[in-house]
């Protein structure tokens, strides 16, 4: 177990060695940067500023820079937004939408899981018609959509759900509903199919002739073996949603790290965009290592070690 | 020769009590294209302690008749018709809750594939006290003593370390082993086991039946072996039933049904098992044909289109049984008394699987 860790904290900084090298390089061919403007600022101002964060100096020297800035944890400081950096920008917007994202994350588990198993018992009756109705609008219907009409209908027409921030549980309706309408659709529909493949299995038959009760096979011996695929998806997932989405958080006013990021695109604001991407990219490998330790305790025949 | 339009129950004649008695079975499978009448009116008995065999090839009802008698018919299949009298009861009457109780503890099963068979992500030891603590009043402590009991029983080499050991550190033959072994473990009065040895290689195929001829013994459990291979059966049932088309074409002692074969199809049967004293060149023929389509099955004798003796009143109407002694029938009309003395042995085969 020791080993295996160790060589996988090993590929994880190789993973986010080429992650921040792609960015970094990607970033800087795209044309603009953060100080270029319709007026162009005075030549002797810009060539300050551009000293003050190094823009005067080749593209692979500031790199290693901010490689080296980057291995001390430290992700330097905000060009459009004076005073903060972007350490502080991340611990300031993370949280927010950590909380969105974690309430969404919670109703994809309690609510997808059981919907799909539920559907698979009751493979073409009403209730898996219905909920697989349901799971397909949600599938196929935009978050900017779902999110748009929720303020809509409840926060303009009905006024019983509040449109901005997060104050109350009531503000956490619209947006965790959004948010997780998506996830928890094909959640759903992931676990259903998934299901129905175990339930065909020999070992569920095996499993019945043992004498178990249908909800013994169902979820001791099909759950535990369905469930490997619908893990692997909620891994990545769970750090897509906790950072934050930027269609969500626009819509309802929250102040996430969504609504951060695609703005600093659109400002070059060149350390933000490095930052997100390096904080985003270190949730996701970490989580895809959640997800293989999880393997590996489901499924005895997924060794680490080798 | 006797002359019976149904099959008789001859329970009456032995001393042994009959265990189960399956009484004109009809199950099918309700397809959207209509109605697939899989076993068409099966009925056989079996007597405390003895071990029948049931053959057929592929499709011919055999899986679908040891389903039946479980109750694990899935949808959209279907008992239509006929008793399953298992100690008396019949369990055709029996709700899946009561099901329950019989499954595992008094009819247990095994099956063909012992790779699939076993739950991968479950150790074997859990999976045999799984179905102990179910039946019987155990605590974890006994129940797993009993599940090293039982696997060292069906022979399987430190049982106190591979009971925390999972399928897929076991090799084929183990872990048909341990199927065994979890079958038994409470000790049923009938064990199905369907297959147990056709996806074992011949040395595992023997040591396996040799495991189950003494088990047999040893505990006094009834067997019901279900089979395409007619050497298996041979070893260990001293009754063999023939399948074919959803219905029992023969049935006999062993002997009878190796030395004096009165179906065409159980003579065609034979001829497909190679015998080490043919010479070289025999080649063994295979019999022109596919089984019939049980969505719509044939009016007369199922085995008609494919008989090289069949007559015209064989697709025209089902044959009955006609018994040649107390244990032995045959559903042909070749046995009549006003049909034509044929001798078959020279014609056909069939090749089975």
């Known amino acids: 177990m020791g080993r295996f860790i160790a060589k996988r904290f090993i590929s994880m900084l190789v993973t986010l060695l ?61 060009f459009q937004r004076v005073g903060w950096t972007v350490n502080e920008i991340i611990e300031k917007t993370f949280p927010v939408s950590a909380k969105v994202g974690g309430v969404s994350v919670l109703l994809v588990l309690i609510l997808g899981i059981p919907i799909g198993i539920v559907s698979a018992l009751k493979q073409n009756k009403w209730q898996d018609q219905l909920a697989m109705f349901f799971a397909t609008l949600g599938v196929t219907i935009p978050s900017f959509v779902i999110g748009t009409l929720i303020v809509h209908i409840f926060s303009t027409n009905l006024r019983i759900l509040p449109s901005n921030g997060l104050s109350t549980w009531k503000h956490y309706i619209g947006p965790v509903i959004a948010l997780a ?16 493949e175990v339930m065909q299995q020999d070992y569920i038959r095996t499993a019945r002739a043992k ?17 490997i695929p619908v893990i692997s998806y909620v891994g990545p997932l769970v750090a897509a949603i906790l950072t934050g989405s930027f269609v969500v958080e626009r819509i309802f006013a929250i102040s996430g790290m969504g609504k951060y990021f695609v703005e600093s695109v659109g400002n070059r604001d060149y350390t933000v965009i490095m930052g997100v991407t390096v904080f985003y990219a270190i949730f996701l490998v970490v989580m895809v290592f959640v997800v293989d330790i999880l393997y590996g305790l489901i499924d005895p025949r997924i060794k680490l070690d080798r | ?54 053959v057929g090839e592929s499709g011919s009802g055999k899986s679908v008749t040891s389903m039946s008698i479980m109750k694990l018919i899935q949808d959209p299949g279907k008992i239509v018709d006929g008793e399953i009298i298992f100690k008396e009861k019949d369990l055709v009457e029996f709700t899946q809750k009561e ?33 102990i603590r179910k039946h019987k009043k155990m605590s974890k402590k006994e129940a797993r003593k009993k599940a090293i009991e039982m696997l060292t029983l069906v022979g399987i080499p430190s049982p106190d370390k591979r009971v925390d050991q999972y399928p897929h550190e076991f090799s084929g033959g183990m872990r048909q082993r341990a199927m065994i072994a979890m079958a038994l473990s409470c000790e049923p009065s009938l064990l199905i086991a369907d297959e ?30 279900i089979t395409h291979d007619l050497g298996v059966v041979a070893d260990v049932c001293s009754r063999i039933i023939v399948m074919y088309g959803g219905l029992i074409m023969e049935e006999a002692t062993s002997e009878e049904i190796f030395y004096n074969p009165k179906h065409p199809y159980t003579k065609g049967l034979l001829k497909s098992i190679p015998k080490i004293d043919l010479g070289e060149s025999q080649r063994l023929i295979p019999i022109e044909g596919t089984p019939p389509d049980l969505l ?3 009016k007369g004798c199922p085995f008609a289109a494919r008989c090289s003796d069949s007559m015209r009143i064989c697709k025209e109407k089902q044959p009955p049984y006609f018994y040649t002694n107390e244990e032995h029938r045959a559903m042909c009309w070749l046995l009549h008394e006003d049909a034509p003395k044929t001798d078959t042995k020279a014609k056909g085969g069939i090749a089975i699987g």
Do not use: C
Request: aromatic content about 8%; hydrophobic content about 45%.
């Open chain 1, 211 to 227: 004498g178990l009760s249908e909800f013994t096979v169902l979820t001791k011996h099909a759950l535990k073996n369905a469930l």
């Open chain 1, 18 to 78: 080429f992650v921040v090298t792609i960015t970094f390089f990607l970033m800087h061919a795209a044309p603009g940067g953060p100080f270029s403007r319709e007026k162009a600022l005075p030549a002797p101002i810009l060539k300050v500023i551009e000293e003050r964060f190094n823009l005067d100096k080749p593209v692979y020297q500031q790199y290693l820079i901010y490689l080296k800035d980057v291995a001390k944890g430290d992700l330097g400081p905000s």
């Open chain 2, 196 to 225: 147990p040895t056709t996806a074992l290689d011949v040395t595992i195929q023997a040591q396996i039946l040799e495991l189950m001829k003494n088990l047999k013994n040893e505990i006094n459990t009834s067997i019901i072996l």
């Open chain 2, 296 to 298: 719509n099955p044939p």
């Open chain 2, 1 to 54: 020769m006797l002359w019976t339009q149904d099959y008789v129950s001859r329970g009456d004649f032995v001393e042994n009590k009959n265990i189960l008695e399956v009484k004109n079975l009809r199950t099918s499978f309700f397809t959207h294209v209509g109605e697939v009448k899989a076993i068409r009116g099966v009925g056989f008995h079996l007597k405390e302690g003895e071990a029948i065999g049931i």
């Open chain 1, 181 to 196: 309408g998506f996830s928890l659709s094909f959640v759903a529909r992931l676990t259903r199919s998934s299901m129905l």
């Open chain 2, 99 to 131: 099901m329950q109780k019989i499954r595992g503890n008094e009819i247990a099963m095994i099956f063909q594939d012992p790779m699939t068979s076993l739950n991968p992500v479950f150790t074997i030891g859990n999976q045999i006290i799984e179905v």
